[in-house]
């Protein structure tokens, strides 16, 4: 193997792309229809695993039924200090923190969630699978399964790939880091983040096709590039998001239930 990044990203690509075409297929099957019904895939990630949340909607190329799920107190806005790493590592394996942070989303049976998570040991990730689970959502986890062989962190004694019913292995190795450099103390450029971002671009392409075959398509944010889009060309596209969020809320256990009194 190469000793070059890119040479070593390649090879973790190539293993994801030729050990995980079931898992991919079986991925895209479930997000189709779930689209095709009408309801939304969610998807959830802390710390960088935000990233691939980010890159799925809305981005150039991608369509309406997917609904991010982004805390801004699990992303970081500084390095050190109000909004620094040191926090959001701490909240992310606080146990507790998510079902709060999920409590006012409209997840509802029939949905589908994507975890992102390279380790898939923090509370956040395991926590956020489990509420969506107990809501009637089919979890999706997007991690690298060589961490099963470490130990759970989380007090169930369970990681993300014990709690999602479709796994898809991102073949990063545990450190993430892939380039051993000598006199360097420890490995160094991190994969799991552009491998995850590639999962995305896979899952959307395959999805695409499995609607467009059924004679189904949806609103896509388009690129101003493409000929005869303009920057107007994505109003529909939002107006579109906004009114799917609309139906999620209706037919989420948020809103069957009883009102009480303060």
């Known amino acids: 193997m190469t000793d070059d990044f890119l040479g070593r990203l390649q090879a973790v690509l190539h293993e994801m792309q030729e050990t995980q075409r079931e898992a991919f297929a079986a991925a895209a099957d479930q997000i189709a229809g779930t689209l095709r019904e009408g309801g939304l895939v969610h998807l959830f990630g802390s710390g960088h695993s935000v990233i691939p949340v980010m890159d799925a909607f809305p981005r150039y190329g991608s369509f309406v039924g997917f609904n ?19 926090e959001l590592l701490w909240l992310e394996r606080t146990e507790g923190y998510i079902e709060r942070f999920l409590s006012h989303e409209a997840i509802a049976p029939g949905d589908t969630l994507i975890v992102f998570s390279h380790g898939g040991r923090n509370a956040a990730p395991v926590e956020a699978a489990l509420y969506a689970r107990d809501h009637g959502a089919t979890v999706i986890a997007v991690t690298s399964k060589q961490n099963l062989s470490r130990p759970a962190q989380h007090s169930s004694g369970r990681r993300l790939a014990d709690v999602a019913k ?39 392409g395959l999805v695409a096709g499995r609607l467009a075959a059924r004679g189904v398509t949806l609103p896509t944010f388009v690129s101003p ?36 009194n303060p």
């Open 166 to 204: 479709f796994v898809i292995d991102t073949c990063v190795p545990v450190e993430d880091a892939l380039v051993d450099v000598e006199g360097w103390p420890a490995p160094v450029a991190g994969a799991s983040t552009i491998v995850a971002c590639a999962c995305v671009g896979e899952l959307i």
């Open 225 to 260: 590039t493409v000929p005869g889009a303009s920057v107007q060309s994505n109003d529909h596209v939002f107006a579109a998001h906004q009114q799917r969020l609309r139906e999620a809320a209706q037919r989420s256990p948020l809103s069957l239930a009883p009102e009480t």
């Open 68 to 86: 991010p799920l982004t805390d801004p107190r699990l992303m970081w806005s500084s390095v050190l200090g109000p909004g620094g790493v040191r």
